[in-house]
């Protein structure tokens, strides 16, 4: 997907792989599009074995973050 860009040319667009009963998935989200509080990454099928979100540094930022994750039973 696009990235957003500043005025700068940074891209703000995290990279995130997430691991799940299929597998893992490679994962992008620009910051652009980010809403205030909660953002959804996508739905995915949970083992009891493990579950992870991981957050990479691939990025232009100085410094990546993020709070929390929330896991919804659908």
């Not at 990235?3 to 490679?26: L, V």
């Amino acid at each position: 997907g696009e990235s957003y860009n500043n005025s700068s040319g940074r891209k703000y667009t995290y990279q995130y792989t997430i691991y799940h009963a299929d597998g893992k998935d490679d994962s992008n989200f620009n910051l652009a599009n980010a809403d205030r509080g909660w953002n959804y990454l996508g739905s995915y099928y949970l083992t009891s074995e493990g579950t992870s979100v991981e957050l990479t540094d691939r990025c232009d930022q100085r410094r990546v973050y993020a709070d929390a994750v929330k896991w919804v039973k659908q």
